[in-house]
C-alpha cells in the first residue's frame, strides 16, 4: 500500500451535511494548523441552502506560502454518505480517508489508507443530549487529525477555550469531544498516516482572516459613518463586519451613542439611495452587494457618475449570470461595473487581491470617492470575501489624513464671488462641492440626473451637456492618475511575453510562476489593481508581444477592458479562464500557458 | 430657455419675519409647471409656511424624485440645498442624507406616480423607518409629462381625459401611512391654502415621519369633469375635519371656540396644532378612529381633509439607531479613526 508522505504540505477535504455545525470545527482545525507556524487557506465550498445538503470544507496547508487551491486531496474528512462516492474519487492514490466507521463500509479502492473512527456510537456513549452527540462529532475528528498529523493537542484545548470565553459551561464538553477522537486515534491509528504537521514560524506577521471582514474593518478605518446594505451572498458578511467592528470601535464615550448609522434596506435600489445621500450630505457612506444587486444599483450609479456624488460600493462577485452560482467564486462583474448605468458613464475599480489589500482599498476608495467626486466599486470575489486567508497583518499610520477632496467651508465661501457646482477651476475635471447647511446665502445648488450646466441649472442645450460630457472624461483621466498602480513580478520587464491578472488569481499566480521559473520560462507578470488603467499598464502592454489575460470568468471581461480602453490589437491579447466556481489553480495556469507557447490544446484541468 | 432666475426686485415695505427676511427671500426659479398647476400652489403654502415660522433656507434640504411634483424644489427655497433624484427612490436619498446630518429641515416633494406606483417600496419602509421628514405627495391622479396617463392613487370611478375608464382602485396613501407607523399623517388640497399652510407648518415642526397627500389637481390631463381629482370635484366633495391653526412655541393660544369644539397638537419643538372640529368628534391621536374616519369617507363620496392622525411623542428613525447628536458628517477623523493602538488588539485576535 502506498502512502502520502509530506510534511507542511498537503491538501484535506472535509465532506459534511450543511447546518450539523461542521464548520466551525473545520476553521477551528484550520486556524490550529495556522498557530503551528504554517500558512492555510481554508475554503468553504457551500451550498445555497440552510440544512441538509452536502458542504465541503478544503484546506490547503503549504509551509512555503502558497494558498491558492490545489487539485488532488491528500486527505479525505468523509463525514456525509450522501457524497462518499464523490469524496471517495477525489483521493489522491496513496490518500488518507477518513470517515464514521459506526456503519462500516468498503469503499472498493485498494490505494488509498482508510482511517474509519466509529464517531457515531463514541458520541452516543459519551454524550446523553441528541444535539450534542451529533455536534461532537466534528470536534472528535479534529482531535483525530490533531493525533495523526503529531499536532499539540493543547493548541486545540486553547482554541476551544478562548471561542467558548463567556460560555464557560461549554468548554468542558468541547474538550471532551476533542479527547474522544484524539485517543481513539492515538491507540488506532498509530504510525498510519505519513502526513505530519512540524512546527514552523511561517505565519509570523500574518493573521487569519477573511476579505470580508478586512473590508468591513476597512471602512471603520476610513471614517465610514453609514452602511445601507441588502442581504446577499458573499456580501452580507461585510457589512455585518462593518457593524460588529462599529459596535466595539465607534461608541460615544459617556452616551454610548453610535458613531455610526447601519441600515439594512428594504432592496439594493434603498441601500445605493441611500449610500448617495449619506455621501451628498458629507458623510462617508458605503453599501455591499454582489452581482444581482449591482444590476438592480445600476440606475443610482449612473446617477451619482453624472451628479458628481461620491460613493463606496463592494462588489463581492459570485457565480453569474443572473442568480447564477450564489454560492461559487467569480470575477464576472467587471465590465458591468466598469460601465454601470445606462448613457456613457465609466467607473474607477479597485481589485484588492488579500485581505490585507481588502483593508488597504476600503480606507482608499474613500479618499478616491471624495477626491473624484464619483462611484468607487471595490471588487472583491466570494473566495477572496468568504474565505480565510493567512494575510499580512492589518497596519496603520497614525500620521495619515483622510482625503475630502474638494468640499468648500463657510470661510471658503464667504471670500467667493461666485459658486458654480460644475465649474472646472483647477482644470483637472473635478469641480467644488458643498454640503447642505453650510452657508446662509451661497452655496446652495441643485443636484440632479437631469442636463445641466456649470451651476447645476437644468438645461436643454445640447453644447453644454457635451461640455459636461467630456470634462466628465478628464476626470477620468485625473482617476487613472490616482488610482493604485500595478505590481510586477520583477522590476524591468525582461521577457516578450507578459501575464495579466488580478484580484483573488493573485495566489495561484505566485505559486505558477515560481513553476515557470523551475522551468526556466522566463516571464513578466503584472498584477492589476485599478481601473481605468494608468501609464505603468498601457505600457506593459506595449512592451511585450504575446500576453496572457488570466480571468475566472467566460467572455475575458478584462481583455475586453484593455482592448476597448486601449485600442489594443487583439491579436496579442490570449485568455486565460476559468469559470467553473471554483478558484482558479496553479496548474490549470500552467498547463494553458505551456500549452499556448507549445501549440498543443491544454487539457481541460 | 430651460431655466428662468426670478429677477429681485423688493418692493420697499413688504412684511417682514423674525429673520428680517421676506417672503420674496424664501422663493425659487420660475415655475415651468402649467400655468393653474395645483403644485404651484403647494410650492406658494411652502414659502408660506417657511417665512411665517422663520425657517433659516439655507438648513432645509429639498429632496425629490422624478415627474412634475419633482420639478417643484426648484420653485421654492432658493438657498436650500435641492436633490432631484431618480424615480421613486427619493426617501432613501432623504434617508442617507438626513442620518448624515439629523439637524436639516428635510422636505420630500413627491407625486402619486412617483410615490404609489415606482416609489411605493420605498415610501412604505421610509414611513415604517419613522425618517424625521415631510413627505408631501403632490397628488393629482395622473400622470403629466408623458401625457395623461392614470396613476394608482386615480379613483376607480374617475375617467381619463381621453374618456378611458381606470380599471383598478386607487392607493390611499394616508391610510397605508398610519398602519405603517408614521407619526403625522394629513390630507389637504392645493386650492384650500387656509388649511395648508397651517399644516405645512404642523409637519414641518413635528419630529418623525410626517406624510402631506395633497390634491393638487392637473389642469392639463386631469381636471375634466369626469375626474374625481378636479379642482370642481375636490371644492364639492372636500370634507373638512377641522380648521387648523398653528401656534408656534410661547404664542398663547386664542381660544375663540366653545370648550369641547377644539383639540390642539403638541409637537416635538413646543409649538402646537390647533384643531377647530367642524366635523363629528374627532381624536386625531387614534390610529384606529383615523382609518375608520377616512374608510368611511371613501364610502361616502367624500375626500377627507384636515390633520387625520398625529403621534407627537413617537420616536425618529435617529432615536431608533441611537446615533450621536452631534451630525455624523460633522465628526472629525479623531472621532472616528480608532488608529494604530486598536489594531494590535485586532491583529491578536485574528492569530
Known amino acids: ?605 | 430657455m430651460t431655466y428662468i432666475i426670478k429677477p429681485i426686485n423688493h418692493h420697499p415695505r413688504l412684511e417682514t419675519n423674525k429673520l428680517g427676511l421676506t417672503r420674496r427671500d424664501y422663493e425659487g426659479a420660475v415655475s415651468t409647471l402649467c400655468a393653474g398647476c395645483g403644485h404651484d400652489s403647494i410650492s406658494a403654502a411652502i414659502i408660506e409656511a417657511c417665512f411665517e415660522l422663520s425657517i433659516e433656507a439655507y438648513r432645509v434640504a429639498k429632496l425629490s424624485g422624478i415627474g412634475c411634483s419633482s420639478k417643484a424644489p426648484a420653485y421654492f427655497l432658493n438657498q436650500s440645498h435641492g436633490f432631484n433624484s431618480v424615480h421613486g427612490r427619493m426617501p432613501s436619498i432623504a434617508t442617507g442624507a438626513a442620518m448624515a446630518n439629523h439637524e436639516l429641515l428635510y422636505l420630500g416633494i413627491s407625486g402619486d406616480g412617483d410615490t404609489a406606483s415606482i416609489g411605493i417600496g420605498q415610501f412604505i419602509h421610509c414611513a415604517r423607518r419613522q425618517l424625521n421628514m415631510t413627505y408631501f405627495v403632490e397628488n393629482n391622479g395622473t400622470y403629466g409629462l408623458t401625457k395623461g396617463q392614470f396613476s394608482a392613487t386615480n379613483d376607480l370611478e374617475s375617467k381619463s381625459k381621453y374618456g378611458d375608464d381606470n380599471l383598478f382602485p386607487a392607493i390611499d396613501l394616508p391610510t397605508m401611512a398610519i398602519q405603517l407607523g408614521a407619526s403625522f399623517v394629513a390630507r389637504s388640497f392645493s386650492g384650500d391654502r387656509d388649511q395648508l399652510v397651517p399644516l405645512i407648518k404642523g409637519a414641518m415642526s413635528h419630529k418623525g415621519f410626517s406624510l402631506l397627500d395633497i390634491i393638487s389637481p392637473c389642469v392639463t390631463f386631469n381636471n375634466h369633469n369626469t375626474s374625481t381629482k378636479s379642482y370642481d370635484y375636490i371644492r364639492e366633495h372636500n370634507e373638512a375635519l377641522s380648521k387648523p391653526d398653528f401656534v408656534p412655541l410661547g404664542k398663547e393660544i386664542i381660544a375663540s371656540y366653545e370648550p369641547g369644539e377644539s383639540a390642539e397638537v403638541a409637537l416635538h419643538d413646543g409649538s402646537t396644532l390647533s384643531l377647530t372640529k367642524l366635523a363629528q368628534d374627532y381624536d386625531p391621536t387614534d390610529k384606529i378612529t383615523a382609518i375608520k374616519n377616512i374608510q368611511e369617507s371613501q364610502r361616502d363620496g367624500k375626500v377627507l381633509t384636515g390633520l387625520l392622525y398625529a403621534n407627537p411623542n413617537a420616536k425618529d428613525l435617529k432615536e431608533i439607531l441611537n446615533i450621536t447628536d452631534q451630525p455624523l458628517n460633522a465628526l472629525t477623523q479623531e472621532q472616528l479613526c480608532p488608529g494604530k493602538s486598536a489594531l494590535k488588539e485586532i491583529n491578536d485576535n485574528l492569530k
Request: with cysteine; hydrophobic share 35%.
Open chain 1, 1 to 605: 500500500m502506498t502512502k502520502i508522505s509530506s510534511v507542511n504540505d498537503f491538501v484535506i477535504k472535509f465532506a459534511n451535511v450543511n447546518g450539523s455545525g461542521s464548520a466551525s470545527a473545520n476553521q477551528m482545525f484550520a486556524k490550529g494548523v495556522f498557530r503551528s507556524g504554517i500558512p492555510v487557506s481554508p475554503k468553504n465550498i457551500f451550498p445555497s441552502n440552510i440544512q441538509g445538503l452536502p458542504t465541503w470544507f478544503e484546506v490547503r496547508v503549504n509551509e512555503k506560502g502558497y494558498l491558492g487551491r490545489r487539485e488532488g486531496i491528500d486527505i479525505s474528512v468523509a463525514m456525509n454518505p450522501q457524497s462518499y462516492g464523490d469524496d471517495i474519487k477525489e483521493l489522491k492514490s496513496g490518500g488518507y480517508l477518513i470517515y464514521d466507521s459506526s456503519w462500516k463500509r468498503d469503499f472498493g479502492r485498494k490505494d488509498i489508507n482508510v482511517l474509519g473512527i466509529p464517531l457515531t456510537e463514541l458520541c452516543v456513549n459519551e454524550f446523553s443530549n441528541p444535539k450534542q452527540r451529533l455536534l461532537f462529532k466534528n470536534l472528535g475528528y479534529v482531535g483525530v487529525l490533531a493525533s495523526i498529523f503529531g499536532m499539540d493537542k493543547d493548541i486545540y484545548i486553547d482554541l476551544i477555550n478562548e471561542q467558548f470565553k463567556g460560555k464557560e459551561k461549554l468548554i468542558e464538553p468541547n474538550v471532551k469531544a476533542l479527547g474522544i477522537g484524539y485517543s481513539y486515534a492515538e491507540k488506532n491509528f498509530k504510525n498510519l498516516c505519513d502526513i505530519k504537521i512540524n512546527k514552523s514560524n511561517k505565519t509570523d506577521g500574518l493573521i487569519l482572516t477573511s476579505g470580508n471582514d478586512a473590508a468591513g474593518l476597512g471602512c471603520v478605518y476610513g471614517g465610514a459613518t453609514f452602511c445601507a446594505w441588502y442581504p446577499i451572498t458573499p456580501s452580507t458578511s461585510l457589512a455585518e463586519s462593518y457593524s460588529d467592528y462599529s459596535e466595539k470601535l465607534r461608541k460615544e464615550i459617556g452616551t454610548d451613542k453610535n458613531k455610526f448609522a447601519f441600515i439594512q434596506a428594504e432592496d439594493e435600489l434603498a441601500a445605493i439611495g441611500m449610500t448617495i445621500g449619506a455621501n451628498w450630505n458629507g458623510a462617508r457612506g458605503f453599501t455591499a452587494t454582489s452581482g444581482p444587486g449591482i444590476s438592480l444599483m445600476s440606475e443610482f450609479i449612473g446617477l451619482a457618475y453624472f451628479a458628481e456624488v461620491p460613493s463606496v460600493i463592494f462588489d463581492v462577485q459570485r457565480g453569474g449570470p443572473s442568480t447564477g452560482m450564489p454560492t461559487r467564486t467569480q470575477q464576472s462583474d467587471l465590465l458591468a461595473c466598469a460601465y454601470a448605468s445606462h448613457g456613457d458613464t465609466k467607473h474607477v475599480l479597485l481589485i484588492p487581491s488579500d485581505p490585507k489589500e481588502c483593508f488597504d482599498f476600503s480606507v482608499k476608495a474613500f479618499d478616491l470617492a471624495d477626491r473624484l467626486q464619483t462611484p468607487v466599486i471595490v471588487l472583491s470575489d466570494l473566495d477572496l470575501g468568504m474565505n480565510d486567508w493567512s494575510t499580512k497583518e492589518f497596519d496603520w499610520d497614525d500620521s495619515k489624513k483622510y482625503d475630502r477632496g474638494k468640499v468648500l467651508s463657510k470661510e471658503d465661501l464667504e471670500g467667493m464671488e461666485k459658486f458654480g457646482r460644475y465649474l472646472d477651476v483647477d482644470g483637472d475635471g473635478i469641480p467644488y462641492r458643498t454640503y447642505p447647511g453650510t452657508h446662509p446665502d451661497k452655496g446652495a445648488y441643485f443636484t440632479r440626473g437631469t442636463s445641466h450646466d456649470e451651476y447645476a441649472r437644468y438645461t436643454e442645450n445640447g453644447e453644454k451637456n457635451a461640455e459636461v460630457l467630456s470634462r466628465l472624461l478628464k476626470k477620468y483621466q485625473t482617476a487613472s492618475e490616482l488610482v493604485p498602480s500595478p505590481i510586477f513580478n520583477q522590476d524591468k520587464s525582461t521577457s516578450s511575453i507578459g501575464i495579466i491578472y488580478f484580484g483573488s488569481t493573485d495566489c495561484s499566480m505566485q505559486e505558477t510562476l515560481d513553476q515557470l521559473d523551475e522551468e526556466s520560462l522566463n516571464v513578466d507578470a503584472m498584477r492589476l489593481r485599478a481601473f481605468p488603467f494608468n501609464l505603468e499598464v498601457w505600457e506593459f502592454i506595449e512592451d511585450h508581444d504575446l500576453l496572457f489575460i488570466v480571468e475566472q470568468n467566460r467572455d475575458g471581461q478584462m481583455r475586453t477592458l484593455i482592448m476597448a480602453e486601449g485600442g489594443i490589437i487583439p491579436d496579442k491579447l490570449v485568455s486565460i479562464l476559468c469559470f467553473d466556481g471554483q478558484p482558479i489553480t496553479a496548474a490549470y495556469i500552467k498547463n494553458k500557458i505551456n500549452a499556448h507557447l507549445s501549440g498543443v490544446p491544454a487539457k481541460i484541468a
